[in-house]
């Protein structure tokens, strides 16, 4: 009986002294950790997100409790390993961090067979910019795996300017930006509302938008939705046609060219009758349609059509 009470008092003795050192990983899970080192709580993290200078990143090899850390990447995209030395990271995803650490130190002959955990502890750029037409462009914090409508709402969503495409350059991966087409209800849709991460930038694109103005019940600004082919017609009538006062035969159709703008004729009621063509409108083109009546040419010169364009009214939905 002595002998009994003497043995379990030992194995107590021996599992108080052996310490747990099971790591946090980037899936989740119950850990403890070395006294230089506090893990933050688990946080989801996404297998593709991808590794940046300054990040600030936890490690931690199952049953080798000496060798967690938490060190930052430095300016070269460099992260120091205990001894391995500096193991380049910049640009990886976690999963391939890992994997290139833990090959180094079996390589080395440091640990047999390691498994390393990884965990990005603090972002050096925690939000992701969002840039071009929206409503409040700005950086926004995220943590972890938001997607791209997400970050378009929290900006306030799109202008009535905007297209429908969204260009993403992902962090540690700016050679290669996505350029992804967003739709309402396309939430569900992988390819039109990708996956976007800290340190992130989204670029939502101005559409083409063709202004009627003058002599016509609407005059403004129309969206070419869905890269839509718009014609001189289709125009006029979104513009929900020209006022009693129009003077058709003496139309100008103003044109951005690669030597400036370009002003034309046109004769739109010529084009009414099917005598003249009815011409394909690119984005940013001005179809001015004068008044039959007017005393003054100050607003058929062509600065004035401009300006006018510039402070048009753009309609969002087309009837």
Known sequence: MKYCRALIAGLALLAASVPITLAQSIQGGTA????NVTTPPAQPQSQSLRIGSGDQLD????NVPEMAQRQRVDENGDYP????GSVHVAGLTLQNAQTLIASK???GHFVRDPSVSLLISDFATQGVSVMGEVTKPGVYPVWGERHLLDMIAAAGGVTARAGNVATITHRGNSTAPLNATFTEGSAQDPEANPVVGPGDTIVISKGG????????VRPGGFPMENDQTLTLMKAVA???GTSRTAKLGSARLVRNTTTGRQET?????EVMKGHSPDLVLQPDDILYVPNSVAKTLVDRTLPGIVAAASTAVIYTQIN
């Not at 490690?59 to 199952?62: E, I, N, T």
């Open 32 to 35: 403890t950790t070395d006294s």
């Open 59 to 62: 490690m931690a090899v199952f």
């Open 81 to 84: 390993v205990p001894l391995v």
């Open 105 to 107: 130190l079996d390589s």
């Open 209 to 216: 938008i063709v202004y009627v103005l003058g002599e016509v």
């Open 238 to 240: 979104l513009a929900q």
């Open 265 to 269: 004729a046109v004769n739109l009621k």
